[in-house]
């Protein structure tokens, strides 16, 4: 008994603004502040300790893609930081992280949180990767196939061509290896022995997982030696490592867009027509009151009263829509649900009827978007404008209620600090303060003393939050 290990306690886990990961690979921030590249080895060697657990969602891969052929370089070396300090570890899709959370509210009766570590959030594997993304894979696997079979088809003509058979033979043997669909099961075989003379080529071009390619991995499914499901799932795997996504998947036609499409701003416009609409009103109201001219305080309550009404039609109120946004969940993953026991009255009576805040991850989106709104789309002469960092923000926040230290900037933060407090996660407010704040979380959990400080001075908690 006197022997018994004293189980370790879970390590701190961190959610890094996307700018961090700019901040600690930027080669002009790091030669001008000799602090960030102090800090960056502080995290990796905490994060080697066990002691802060570092993870990356597909948010964070997106924004540190590369747009353009020029700036590749620099996410690449952006890909190094992320890998140092999460190595596989990352976070469950949003999209499937709603459903889950969902259905623990069904199955289990409480939240998602309510399992702690084993938070189905927490991945290892290429689940981080959207069904959009997924599906792309899905695609590229159906592309090869296709492919192949052509690739076969045309060797094995152009073999008979050689070797001078005449037309009736050549016939014979074509239907004996090619079959109706392309390739039959003998000519599939054959194409196993020599496999670099159809699939070199992709090897190069398209780098999957080792697996894929040097286990043959097309040909083994032509040859009936593994399923559809199995070659897909390789394909995917290839896709989730962060070397090929950023090197190559992302420039993929149908992938290429989403670095841009998360630093765009076109809801900016929907708040200037909605600010524009409400000062024409009030415009008017005062030119029609000036004709009537009612009693100064008069005058100014009904100016007062309309701008409040005003304010509030221009201030929709994103928790309002919970139900709504609940039952679109349901209706575009009914088979899902239905699927795993859930029915339209465990639906209701326990997801619908849920409070806020029983969706981890989705709620926390609806109460930062209403915070956002609220500001945006205020009649004040200096409300704030869109800027593109809000639109990742919201999404990123989506995974705060996850981790027990979040990097925000400074008008986030002010927007989720009182949601962030009720979840016991706490706000870091720039890169450099990230050091300081991780050691202090760790001395109050007795971590510390797994941790040895180097000789070098660690940073200080100073600079700008982004």
């Given at each position: 008994?006197g ?13 890094l ?7 600690l690979?930027?080669a ?7 602090r ?8 990796k ?36 930081l ?15 992280l709603w459903?889950l ?8 009766n ?6 702690g ?7 290892e ?11 792309v ?15 076969i ?8 061509e050689?070797i001078g058979t ?6 014979g ?18 194409a ?7 699939l070199?080529?992709?090897?190069q ?9 040097e286990?043959?991995?097309p ?15 390789e394909c995917?795997?290839g896709?989730?490592d ?22 765009r701003?076109?809801?900016?416009q929907?708040?200037?027509e ?5 000062q ?7 030119s029609l ?7 100064a ?7 007062r009263?309309l701008?409040?009404?005003l304010?509030k039609?221009?201030?929709p ?16 993953n ?9 029915s339209?009255?465990d639906?209701?009576s ?10 981890p ?13 609220e500001k945006?789309?205020s009649l004040s002469?200096?409300?704030?404008k869109?800027?593109?960092?809000d639109v ?5 926040s989506?995974?705060l ?10 008008y986030?933060?002010?927007l989720i ?21 991780l050691?202090?979380e760790a ?7 797994a941790f ?15």
């Amino acid at each position: 008994m006197g022997n018994q290990l004293t189980p370790r306690p879970d390590p701190i886990r961190i959610y890094l603004d996307s700018s961090d990961i700019d901040n600690l690979t930027d080669a002009r921030k790091l030669a001008k502040d000799a602090r960030l590249g102090e800090t960056a080895e502080v995290l990796k060697e905490l994060a080697a300790k066990g002691i802060a657990e570092f993870r990356f969602s597909f948010f964070h891969v997106i924004e540190l893609a590369h747009a353009d052929d020029l700036s590749k370089p620099f996410a690449l070396k952006r890909v190094e930081l992320v890998k140092a300090l999460c190595g596989p570890k990352a976070f469950l899709n949003a999209d499937e992280l709603w459903r889950l959370e969902a259905l623990s509210l069904c199955q289990d009766n409480e939240p998602e949180l309510a399992r702690g570590a084993r938070a189905r959030v927490f991945v290892e594997d290429a689940s981080w990767l959207p069904r959009r993304v997924v599906d792309v894979a899905y695609q590229l696997v159906d592309s090869l196939i296709r492919r192949l079979k052509k690739r076969i088809g045309d060797r094995t003509a152009k073999v008979l061509e050689e070797i001078g058979t005449n037309r009736k033979s050549r016939r014979g043997m074509k239907k004996r290896l090619l079959g109706r669909r392309g390739v039959s099961a003998h000519g599939a075989e054959i194409a196993a022995t020599t496999p670099d003379l159809f699939l070199a080529d992709w090897k190069q071009a398209l780098p999957l997982t080792k697996r894929f390619w040097e286990e043959n991995f097309p040909l083994q499914y032509l040859n009936k030696q593994i399923s559809l499901d199995e070659l897909r799932a390789e394909c995917v795997a290839g896709f989730g490592d962060l070397d090929n996504f950023i090197g190559w998947c992302i420039e993929l036609p149908t992938l290429s867009e989403l670095p841009k499409a998360i630093r765009r701003r076109d809801q900016a416009q929907n708040f200037d027509e909605l600010r524009a609409d409400a000062q024409e009103r009030e415009h008017l109201a005062k030119s029609l009151l000036e004709l009537l001219e009612p009693e100064a305080h008069v005058r100014n309550d009904i100016l007062r009263e309309l701008h409040k009404r005003l304010q509030k039609a221009t201030s929709p109120d994103p928790a309002k829509s919970r139900p709504k946004d609940l039952e679109r969940l349901y209706a575009s993953n009914r088979e899902w649900f239905t699927r795993r026991g859930v029915s339209n009255q465990d639906w209701e009576s326990r997801v619908l009827a849920s409070p806020l805040g029983a969706l981890p991850s989705m709620d926390m989106m609806l109460q930062l978007a209403g915070a956002q709104v609220e500001k945006l789309a205020s009649l004040s002469k200096d409300a704030r404008k869109l800027r593109r960092s809000d639109v990742s923000d919201l999404l990123h926040s989506q995974y705060l209620p996850y981790v027990d230290l979040f990097r925000a900037d400074n008008y986030t933060r002010s927007l989720i600090a009182n949601v962030a407090m009720a979840k016991r996660t706490k706000l870091v407010p720039s890169t450099l303060a990230l050091p300081d704040m991780l050691r202090e979380e760790a001395r109050s959990r007795h971590l510390i003393p797994a941790f040895r400080r180097t000789d070098r001075r660690s940073p200080t908690v100073a600079g700008r939050s982004r």
